[in-house]
């Protein structure tokens, strides 16, 4: 078919033609849930492709920010963006708990101390924001345990359940990662 009409896309054509090529190798009796891949496939050749040799030239003036595309067709979806205050309407839709506007201080609080770490700054600048969750895992939690004398209701929740927590750690994760990593910008540009 490639050979008659030209695919619009080239990577989604590969990805076919990987599929097409798997397919067989697969378990004929799976659940089709869970497919488990283990010594069925493994990479047997890889190939490396100079595409650019030479020096970068670097200039002199101000620094010139590289834009992403953002256009229709770029293939990336966008990042919802939810900002602490979401946190408890979250939970509390979620969980049917009855947290007020006020414990949302109490996330502010995790997130400002967690800011001024200096583990976590460095574990922000220095990873993305996958690597970065798993990074700072323990470090929110003894926050957490720090302030469960003033927040024991939130505290304790977070603690027990995991769904719960599961729901809440993700956000606050991220917004101490683009705090910490937009706090450095400015004070680069500044």
Known sequence: MSQIIPYGDPELEMLYSSGRFLLPHLPVDRDPLTIKLTDNVALQYYRMERIYSGGIEVKEGDPQYVKSPTDVGTGKAKDEKAPLSEI??????????????????????????????????RTAMANPLDKFVLGIRKLVEDLMIERMAENDKI?????????????????????IFETVRSADERDLRG
């Open 88 to 121: 408890i309407q979250v939970l509390n839709d979620r969980f049917g708990t009855d947290f007020s506007e006020e414990d949302r201080l109490f996330f502010q609080q995790i997130k400002e101390k967690a800011c001024k770490n200096d583990q976590v700054i």
């Open 155 to 175: 505290v304790t929740r977070y603690m027990a359940d995991q769904e719960f927590q599961g729901a809440a750690f993700p956000i606050l994760a991220r917004e």
